[in-house]
């Protein structure tokens, strides 16, 4: 299975408490984009095969020749939207109540769709931002109608480049209540667009965003693999009650485990999926902190690679607990 990385593992790591980062010597105008992508390369080697980057914060048209230099023969996997790091979208973009501020919004999102198009990358959409704060705030079925326009133009700008759109949910941050915040949501849009005859949109799996809303990882996968819209993983961990994108296999060690072994019964990675990562190494050394996501996944990968997956799944129809775990901690050197 191929991997990726969200370049942003190598910013300055702001938080509200400490907005200058605390590793301001990656801050952006400090150190660009190129050189970051240069700085992962050189450390990473190949156990990275491509990377991520927000449009246009991260990547545009402007830096594209220094970043693919900097690559040095990696690949550009997807190009994720940025309206959520915009001060003009702070009240929503693709849902922002006043018609300009959306327009230009959506402006921005069929741009971003054209530019990871023209790049043979796939689109990420999370819409952080879009959703609100307060209850009396927002005007919801109006909300939900700009949101499905808004995504329904990506998509189809990205099927005539023959790229997929990856949708992400997340229960809240920025906007403290995201309108597609858990897993329903997500396939609602899904859908709403498949309706319209949009059938070029998967999902991309962020196990935190699961993680916090109580989701259980390889149950999803496997549900998203039947329905033909597992799309991407974005593999990280956390405590379940923050966005912590903590290095993977950190927290959620069983949960983790059980993922990877739903990843290899539905065969992820065989037609091209792969598992990016999307790290947010707050005082670790980003290098360090990729490195051993990537070391502990090939770990816990190579466990369920162990499982007796035919006596498991004697288990798993008789709901035998018992059982399953011994069969899971022998595969563990139990």
Not at 44 to 66: A, Q, R, T, V, W
Not at 82 to 102: A, I, K, S, T, Y
Not at 159 to 172: D, G, P, T
Not at 228 to 242: E, T
Request: charged share 25%; aromatic share 10%; net charge negative.
């Amino acid at each position: 299975m191929k991997t990726s990385l969200g370049i942003w593992a190598f910013g300055p790591m702001i938080t509200r408490f400490v907005p200058a980062g605390y590793q301001p010597e990656h801050d952006y105008h400090a150190e660009p984009v190129a050189d970051k992508v240069h700085r992962a390369v050189a450390g990473l080697g190949d156990m990275i095969d491509g990377y991520e980057f927000h449009y246009p914060n991260e990547l545009s048209p402007e830096n594209l020749h220094d970043v693919r230099a900097a690559l040095a023969g990696h690949d550009i996997y997807c190009i994720a939207g940025g309206l959520h790091l915009d001060p003009r979208f702070g009240r929503g973009g693709l849902v922002n109540p006043d018609d300009d501020v959306r327009g230009e919004a959506r402006r921005i999102v069929r741009e971003a769709a054209d530019f990871a198009g023209s790049l043979g990358a796939n689109l990420i959409i999370w819409p952080g931002g879009e959703g609100y704060n307060y209850p009396f705030q927002a005007p919801y079925a109006d909300s939900w109608r700009w949101l499905i326009e808004g995504l329904g133009e990506a998509a189809e700008i990205c099927a005539r480049h023959n790229v997929l759109l990856f949708l992400e949910h997340k229960h809240s941050e920025p906007a403290m209540k995201i309108l597609m915040r858990n897993m329903g949501m997500c396939l609602h849009v899904v859908h709403k667009l498949r309706a319209q005859g949009i059938d070029n949109v998967k999902l991309n799996m962020d196990w935190q965003h699961l993680l916090m809303n109580g989701e259980h990882l390889p149950e999803y996968a496997a549900l998203l693999h039947a329905e033909d819209l597992l799309g991407h993983q974005h593999a990280n961990s956390g405590w379940g009650v923050f966005d912590d994108d903590n290095m993977v296999g950190t927290t959620a060690f069983m949960e983790t485990l059980e993922l990877a072994l739903e990843l290899r019964r539905c065969d992820y990675g065989a037609r091209g999926e792969r598992l990016g990562f999307d790290l947010y190494p707050y005082t670790e050394d980003q290098v360090g902190a990729v490195k051993r996501s990537v070391l502990n996944w090939r770990f816990i990968a190579s466990v369920a690679a162990k499982i007796d997956d035919a006596a498991l799944r004697e288990a798993q129809h008789d709901k035998d607990a018992v059982r399953a775990y011994e069969i899971v901690y022998a595969a563990l050197g139990a």
